[in-house]
């Protein structure tokens, strides 16, 4: 559907009848990924994915409707402008952090080799790629449903491991994602009931290592830039 069709889908659902009362809305689109694992079933993958499509689509009317909010009633207590303008960051969030975690999961020949970069990174900010392991695995466990993201911090200048609750508390600043793993409930649940931690090591042991190298390296570009 296009971007222009599904707007106006969502002035109809809104009943905004004007064409200039949505004329700003950004849209989002699912993508579609295919992830031939062993780590998770068909099943959960599904219900997963229909999730994903959920969180674009919440998005999608919020963003409608903050075209048409009134700003001027705006407060820190009960407002319109402040729900919405949370829950933007929440949905938005959460779509493009489950479009990083499936694009980066599901590869069962993927390896990561001593020449690449994404080892040679990892080695250097985290002393080994065994430590950068053990502290991603005890992220995950840590987490109280979120997400655990490798990140390249612009303003350290280094990869770090971070824990994020939700889709939008402890958001860390100035963090570009390199590795993303979903560590709500739901992305393991129905395989793994509460085992965080093994869900987390069987899915550690299927990422894609030539989608992680490419973040890797386009990361270094961004570090270069910012060194200049």
């Not at 001027?72 to 402008?81: E, Q």
């Not at 080799?113 to 430590?131: P, V």
Request: with cysteine; glycine share 4%.
């Amino acid at each position: 559907m296009k971007k222009k069709d599904i707007k106006n889908t969502i002035r109809e659902s809104l009943g905004l009848k004007e064409e200039s009362e949505v004329n700003e809305a950004l849209v989002v689109q699912p993508k579609p990924f295919r992830i031939p694992t062993e780590a998770l079933s068909a099943a959960n993958i599904k219900n997963h994915y229909s999730l994903y499509e959920q969180y674009g689509k919440d998005f999608n009317k919020i963003s409608a409707e903050l075209d048409g909010v009134n700003r001027a009633s705006a407060s820190s207590n009960h407002s319109a402008f402040r729900s919405l303008k949370i829950d933007e960051v929440y949905n938005l969030n959460a779509t493009y952090l489950h479009e990083l975690y499936f694009a980066n999961i599901g590869d069962l020949q993927s390896e990561i080799t001593m020449d690449t970069l994404s080892f040679m990174r990892l080695e250097r900010d985290f002393g080994s790629f065994d430590a950068w392991q053990m502290d991603f695995l005890a992220c995950a466990t840590a987490s109280r449903c979120g997400w655990v993201v490798t990140g390249f911090n612009v303003y350290t200048q280094t990869y770090m491991n971070y824990v994020i609750d939700l889709h939008s508390i402890n958001v860390p600043i100035g963090v570009v994602p390199v590795i993303v793993m979903d560590v709500w409930q739901h992305a393991y649940y129905s395989d793994y009931l509460k085992d965080v931690k093994e869900y987390t090591i069987n899915m550690m042991k299927e990422l894609n290592w030539n989608v992680i190298d490419q973040r890797f390296q386009r990361t270094d570009k961004i570090a270069q830039v910012v060194r200049s």
